[in-house]
């Protein structure tokens, strides 16, 4: 079973060890995007992501997409810009094994805990157009806000993490 605020305690400690600079905000419980966009302090130059993971038909391999609040999301479209054919939904129940923690908690973040690099970050390349980006910290009910470069350039290599950006014209 995961505890959200350990693990958010976790990923916390991991931000603060490397020194990241972020900004942490508490707030009420915000299960989906709608609930995030309305969070007070998600302002016009923060990109708060619309999350989701994705699995090959086998549940083999995995990615991570993030994708701008008002982009919409087709299956067949991401699965052809990233070259992989019958993406779908990654099953709810592999979310604690994989990233350790919950649907509507569902953040890169999370790949604090995959070890074993088994999940691909993709990205739609347009969410790096504001200054500023957030995420949960792996528990619905705080925020980390970013500037965009600390967490390109730094959070994401200390996590080993590789990205492929695509541009929004080629996921429709």
């Not at 490397?18 to 966009?37: G, K, V």
């Not at 969070?39 to 995995?62: A, V, Y």
Request: with cysteine.
């Amino acid at each position: 079973m995961i505890d959200p605020q350990s693990t958010r305690k976790e990923i916390l400690s991991f931000l603060d060890e490397h020194a990241f600079p972020y900004e942490l905000y508490e707030h009420a419980q915000a299960n989906t995007l709608e609930d995030c966009l309305k969070l007070p302090f998600i302002t016009g130059d923060i990109t708060i992501c619309k999350n989701i993971l994705l699995c090959n038909r086998q549940k083999t391999d995995f990615y991570l997409m993030l994708l701008r609040p008002s982009s919409q999301f087709h299956t067949a479209a991401v699965s052809k810009a990233l070259g992989v054919s019958r993406l779908s939904f990654a099953p709810s129940a592999l979310l604690p094994e994989l990233l350790h923690l919950t649907a509507g908690s569902v953040s890169p973040l999370g790949l604090y805990y995959d070890s074993e690099h088994r999940i691909s970050l993709c990205y739609e390349k347009e969410i790096q157009d504001t200054p500023r980006i957030a995420f949960h910290p792996c528990d619905n009910t705080a925020t980390v806000v970013f500037s965009q470069s600390i967490f390109w350039e730094k959070v994401l290599p200390t996590l080993a993490v590789c990205a492929k950006g695509i541009a929004a014209a080629e996921l429709g």
